[in-house]
């Protein structure tokens, strides 16, 4: 075997992780065969530490085009759902902020400060079977008519009341995730500064119901001449950020709370002028710095992308220019993924929803976290298109398993993993280091989970050395359903080797892993990836 090994070695604190090529079959040698390489593990120390929300979630503000599918998020179902993807943040905003107005019908009679609704809130908005599924019927329709109208480019306007906020606010109070509100930035004075008066509205209820919860201002401003014929460059945006955070320093419940933007698309042109300027302006208005991230274009996107190496590393490069413009104008300043996924213009058909997906998803999360992205935030949880979580029956689809396990699984504390790859630049073979998560977990201090995806055919067979193999690992690999194209383009997943589902609408599957007895190679099959919780590692800095 020699060389269809792969191997590990281990020094100290450092292991060495040696990657060939297992199982080459002649007919697949040219394309598929496993590279060498090496994945170095500093376990001594977390190189970087993510936010404990780093995995987020967004539901597009377009859910609230009509208001009643705002029921929708009173489903026992998808809250048993989202209650496992906390801690996280829950991002409500997309491009329909941006011509959204609050137009409460019966503001001027609320008391102020009126507890009314809290506390049991959760378990009095539940959805009746019989109205949730006529609400998801319904709901197929309006995703199309939602889809129609963002490639025609033209937003319709959108009024919303009390009952869509609390509707929100109670779907992120009772599954434990933290609220995130995008205001309307498209508001303008004569003279083309922000029009604060509806935020200020919307603040003064939300504050009348003890909401707490967190703001951004805009969407996307880099394209406002285009969707809108407004023009706000950096300066002006940041301005509007400065008044937005006095505003909020004016409330009793809101002057600490998190303010986060500029919510820009990745850096091209003068996105990146509009990010310098509003930095420079408004980096002491900001808890963190947010820009958006696709690696394609739904519309012009194949499989061979989502499984392409160069694609997944593009997304280094934009961290990269990002974080460095960041740096310059505001060291220190957290910077987020705001809002992300595989394709823009709604995911890509046929691929954003299946097994496929994941490889973008889970290396997103690893990658975004070595480079030092604090927060991504996944468009969407639920919502028209197909890059969602959670589909138009409010069903699992693979990327939300694969996002249960790595918030599990995966802690803070980023472990410096490098893969080194001697031979060819397309790497198809990817690892990441973090230390194990503590709090939902019970496995031992020391813990690491190494997550890998392979993007080639071959399994690969990972031995580990001699300090590693002697730790017991649990093993929790994600599969296709089937062999073959058609398995990756799959809406399910299988979890060592049994596809996952509900148990019942307030129920999941246990997820459990494999043991893997010390001393035996880890093997990761072809087009799969995997978590390994090596349990007695013993890393210092976990
Ligand atoms: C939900 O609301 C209740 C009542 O205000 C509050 O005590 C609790 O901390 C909230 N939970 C979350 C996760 O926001
Ligand atoms: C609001 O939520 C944040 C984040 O969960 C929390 O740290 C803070 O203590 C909360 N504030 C209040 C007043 O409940
Ligand atoms: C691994 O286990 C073997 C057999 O128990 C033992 O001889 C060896 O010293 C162990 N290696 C390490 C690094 O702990």
Redesign the pocket.
Known sequence: MGMNGVFVS?TAAWFLLVCHGPYVRPDVFEKFDLEAVHVDVDLDRAFHRVNERFLSVAIDASLVAEEKFMYLLASPKLKTLSSALSPGFLRFGGTKQDFMEFNPYSYHQHRRNSHRYLGDMCKRLELPPALEESLRKEWTLQALLLQQEERKGKYRKVRFTEYAVDLLYSFANCTGLDLIFGLNALLRTSANSWNSQNAQMLLDYCESRQYNMSWELGNEPNSYQKKAGVQVDGYQLGQDFVHLRRILSESKLYQFSGLYGPDVSQPRDHRRDLLEGFLENAAEAINACTWHHYYVNGRDTSLEDFLDPDVLDTLATKTYEVLETVAAASPRKRVWLGETSSAYGGGALGLSDTFAAGFMWLDKLGLGAKLGLDVVIRQVLIGSGTYHLVDDNLDPLPDYWLSVLYKRLVGPEVLRASVLSALKPRRRLRMYCHCTNKKSTSYKRGAVTLFALNLGKSTAEISLP??L??STAEAFVLQAPEPGEQGLLSRSVKLNGVVLKMVDERTLPELRGVHHHAGVPLSLPGFSFAFYVMTEAQASAC
């Open positions: 281990f001699a300090y193999a002697n």
